[in-house]
């Protein structure tokens, strides 16, 4: 086994941040989801459902959250998916220039996917 360059651990390094911000990003929606549920509130699967819906149950005044609840949501929750969203999902562009640039980038292992059953 070749012992790994610089820029390949760059790479690799940037491979496992985005990883893991993405499962952060589906366990915060998951968080959320079984939040819901206990208020009777239920919302499919997925980090875009979870994105797109928040915010109109937030502005719902009949959904049967409590204002306790409301804002923990929306200054929290929203606000941390959307950081999670924007640092996990949206490399840095300079960070993509030194991965396409490096020589030896074909030899870095490809980040794992999760299963996405297709419906």
Do not use: W
């Amino acid at each position: 086994m070749q012992v790994k360059t610089v820029e390949q651990q760059d790479v690799q390094a940037l491979h496992r941040l985005r990883e893991a911000r993405v499962g952060e990003r589906t366990a915060l929606c998951n968080q959320v989801r079984g939040l819901l549920g206990e208020y009777g509130i239920v919302l499919p699967k997925g980090v875009s459902a979870v994105r797109k819906r928040l915010p109109e149950l937030l502005e719902d005044a009949e959904n049967g959250l409590r204002n306790f609840l409301r804002p923990l949501l929306e200054v929290h929750i929203f606000c941390e998916l959307s950081t999670l969203h924007m640092s996990g999902c949206v490399p840095d562009l300079s960070c993509l220039a030194a991965c396409r640039a490096c020589p030896s980038r074909a030899r870095v292992p490809k980040p794992k996917r999760p299963f996405v059953a297709k419906r």
